[in-house]
């Protein structure tokens, strides 16, 4: 069970039986006068994950549980699950578009699986509704071809190819000239998901802990999002030259309004664009549509800023009118003035505008030559489908 305390503006969250503290030893920086003060109480700990996302709680919760550790969640807000986890389209990937072998290919489709199996177990609200991705002009069928043969090759099941007259019998709206279905593609309740990750129904919320101590961990995965290259760079010992550059796409969001009916029942994506999967039709589970995100890169903020989370969310209205070019390629009946404003989340990236994209990068004492430490890296998307499979293979990997 993970449970939680407020304290210092940082919220503390403890798997199984594990208590509740504020500081880290092997930090560097502004914490050195608290870690050589001899009167700061000491404690050890078995497990420390940083950073309460869907991907630190499935951490959490796999070391906890399925491991019988104890473990300490670190995070930085007020609550659970502010960053990338709380701003994204909450689709569940197949696992089509990653070079063969990947993490994000081995991650994504062993992660589905799993999450699927999960939301099922503990009736978390999903619903596999199939996604389309569609060329719509004859130079991207290429490309839709590529896509096709690299689902297989990664063992995506249910991926058809379809004729433009029966994707049209699926989705009455959408204009293409060619369209790969993925049957296994789906939407999740992510809220929901860390809520049920966090299982803190038996917790009365009470700590016996000192409220400033050093932490003695054996081990600390960092699965700080944003802010985890920044943030590995401060543990003593690390070689900084092992952590890889940051960069930062924010992708924007519109709601489609004035509409009697949703004209999708599916999600349906355009070809992958440079930085991200295109501006794509995404639905909740209530049925509304949005459309995004598309790709905007944007600079980095210091890391204080970093680690409380200051990026700039805000969504540029103007931004409407690329969206309304892009989405009409396939949905030629969009009307104008439909799209508003709804939300903005940001991609923690390792690689810039034209890099093409790189792999989730996992580091352990072998890359960055501090014991006990495993940096988390660039989990972007599909980072929400491939959580449960990250923590899985964190304790297969890294536990002693």
Request: aromatic share 8%; with cysteine.
């Amino acid at each position: 069970m993970i449970k939680q305390i407020m304290l210092m503006r940082r919220m503390v969250m403890t798997a199984r039986n594990m208590k509740a503290s504020c500081l880290f030893s092997t930090m560097k920086g502004r914490n050195e006068s608290v870690i050589n003060n001899s009167s700061t109480i000491k404690e050890k700990v078995d497990c420390v994950v940083i950073g309460a996302g869907v991907v630190g709680l499935a951490i959490a919760r796999q070391l906890s549980v399925k491991n019988g550790r104890d473990v300490l969640v670190l995070e930085a807000a007020s609550t659970f699950g502010t960053g990338t986890s709380s701003r994204n389209s909450e689709v569940v990937h197949a696992g089509i578009y990653y070079p063969t072998n990947s993490l994000k290919a081995r991650f994504c489709v062993r992660g589905r699986e799993m999450l699927y199996g999960y939301c099922k177990e503990h009736e978390i609200p999903y619903k596999k509704i199939g996604k389309l991705i569609v060329a719509t002009g004859s130079s991207e069928i290429p490309k839709l071809n590529v896509l096709m043969n690299q689902g297989l090759q990664n063992g995506v099941d249910g991926l058809k190819m379809m004729e433009s007259c029966e994707a049209k019998i699926l989705e009455p709206e959408l204009q293409c000239v060619k369209a790969l279905l993925s049957s296994a593609s789906g939407i999740v309740d992510t809220h929901s998901l860390m809520l049920s990750l966090l299982d803190l129904e038996n917790w009365d919320g009470r700590s016996s802990l000192h409220p400033e101590l050093i932490l003695i961990p054996r081990l600390v995965v960092n699965a700080a999002g944003l802010s985890a290259p920044v943030l590995a760079k401060r543990f003593s010992g690390i070689n900084c030259r092992a952590i890889p550059g940051s960069y930062y796409a924010r992708g924007s969001y519109f709601t489609l309004t004035n509409i009697k009916a949703p004209p999708f029942k599916r999600l349906i994506y355009p070809i992958p664009e440079d930085g991200g999967l295109g501006v794509h039709v995404t639905l909740d589970l209530n049925g509304q549509v949005k459309f995004g995100p598309d790709v905007e890169w944007i600079d980095g903020i210091d890391d204080i800023a970093s680690f409380l989370n200051k990026f700039n969310y805000s969504v540029c209205a103007d931004r409407a009118n690329q969206f309304y070019s892009e989405i009409k390629k396939y949905y030629p009946d969009l009307k104008d003035g439909s799209l508003e404003p709804s939300y903005a989340g940001i991609r923690p990236k390792l690689s810039g505008p034209g890099q093409g994209s790189v792999d989730f990068v996992i580091q352990g004492e072998e890359t960055h030559g501090t014991p006990g430490l495993v940096n988390l890296l660039g989990i972007e998307s599909p980072g929400l489908t491939s959580s449960m499979a990250i923590a899985e293979y964190i304790a297969a990997r890294f536990l002693k």
